[in-house]
Every structure is written in structure tokens, then in C-alpha cells.
């Protein structure tokens, strides 16, 4: 089984920054991409920002240009740098892992984690 497990969550001031952590472990052969998605009260879960294996990222509109996601690939980790943070960036965040668990197996799985509160108010 694959644990994703979020850290760096809190409650931060209007133009504040956050950096966000999500470490994998567990059944691991091979990770082929690793994301960041947020839900706030009443709305939708939606993507934040999700980057692959080679390297190429991509952001929700919202997002860019404030937000940096970056991996370290020989910790299965996934990081988040939120700067100049807005009070609609309020949401739990989840992180998002795209697996492959086993050499023994093609398939790949999608995990999430449990989510860590980011809160930005004055």
C-alpha cells in the first residue's frame, strides 16, 4: 500500500508564503507524476499544480505565477511553494500521487492524502 503523507499547512497573512511537502511511501516501483489539488468549503476539488517524471509542470490559471511545485525524486517527494498568498487560496490542500507499485504490474494507481489546511486571512 502507498502512504502520501502532507505537511506545511497553517494559517498565513494576504501576500504570505507556505511551502507545502508530500512525502510517498509504501509499494513504489516507479512514480510518473505527483500533484497538489485544493478544495474550499461549498466548491469542487480542483488541480493546482502537478508536475511528471521528466520534469514538466503545469498550473491552474489561479495559481501561476505565485506557485512553484518541484520534486526530490530520491525522497518521493513533492513540494509546493505558495507565495503571495490571496484569501481565496483558503482550502484544504491534497496531494496527489500518479504510482506504479510493482515491476510485477503495468498498472498504475492514484493516491491521495489526507489533506493539510491552508488558511490566508488578515
Known amino acids: 500500500q502507498v502512504q502520501l503523507v502532507e505537511s506545511g499547512g497553517g494559517l498565513v497573512q494576504p501576500g504570505g508564503s507556505l511551502r507545502l511537502s508530500c512525502a510517498a511511501s509504501?509499494?513504489?516501483?516507479?512514480?510518473?507524476?505527483m500533484g497538489w489539488y485544493r478544495q474550499a468549503p461549498g466548491n469542487q476539488r480542483e488541480l493546482v499544480a502537478t508536475?511528471?517524471?521528466?520534469?514538466?509542470?503545469n498550473y491552474a490559471d489561479s495559481v501561476k505565477g505565485r506557485f512553484t511545485i518541484s520534486r526530490d525524486n530520491a525522497k518521493n517527494t513533492v513540494y509546493l511553494q505558495m507565495n503571495s498568498l490571496k484569501p481565496e487560496d483558503t482550502a484544504v490542500y491534497y496531494c496527489?500521487?500518479?504510482?506504479?507499485?510493482?515491476?510485477?504490474?503495468?498498472?498504475?494507481?492514484?493516491?491521495w492524502g489526507q489533506g493539510t489546511q491552508v488558511t490566508v486571512s488578515s
Open positions: 496527489n500521487a500518479d504510482i506504479r507499485p510493482s515491476i510485477a504490474t503495468i498498472k498504475r494507481n492514484n493516491y
Open positions: 509504501g509499494s513504489i516501483f516507479s512514480i510518473y507524476a
Open positions: 508536475i511528471t517524471n521528466i520534469g514538466s509542470t
